[in-house]
């Protein structure tokens, strides 16, 4: 069993930058990936960023140039950061982690990101 818990979420102004972590623990050795996905009223869920074992890194087309996904040495947390946020970016943020970042296994129970405008 893996669990994730985020945290950094928060409000925060246009134009302006959060970082969200995301704490792996437990049987991690299982996990290839982690990254993040987001999810807005009304709309489906989308992957937003994501980071293998090795350090490979992929975005949303909507988030490149303005976010960065990271992890630490023991690939058990890894960050978002997020700059030049837009009030398009308001959402909740869920940590997810699996065989790669498009087959997910563990989800964190999510936090809210809500960009003023």
């Known amino acids: 069993q893996v669990q994730l818990v985020e945290s950094g979420g928060g409000l925060v102004q246009v134009g302006g930058s959060l970082r969200l972590s995301c704490a792996a623990s437990g049987t991690i050795f299982k996990i290839n990936a982690m990254g993040w996905y987001r999810q807005a009223p009304g709309k489906q869920r989308e992957l937003v960023a994501g980071?293998?074992?090795?350090?490979?890194?992929n975005y949303a087309d909507s988030v490149k140039g303005r976010f960065t996904i990271s992890r630490d040495n023991a690939n058990s947390t890894v960050y978002l950061q997020m700059n030049s946020l837009k009030p398009e970016d308001t959402a909740v943020y869920y940590c997810a982690a699996g065989f790669n970042i498009y087959s997910i296994r563990y989800w964190g129970q999510g936090t809210q990101v809500t960009v003023s405008s």
């Open positions: 980071i293998t074992t090795s350090g490979r890194s």
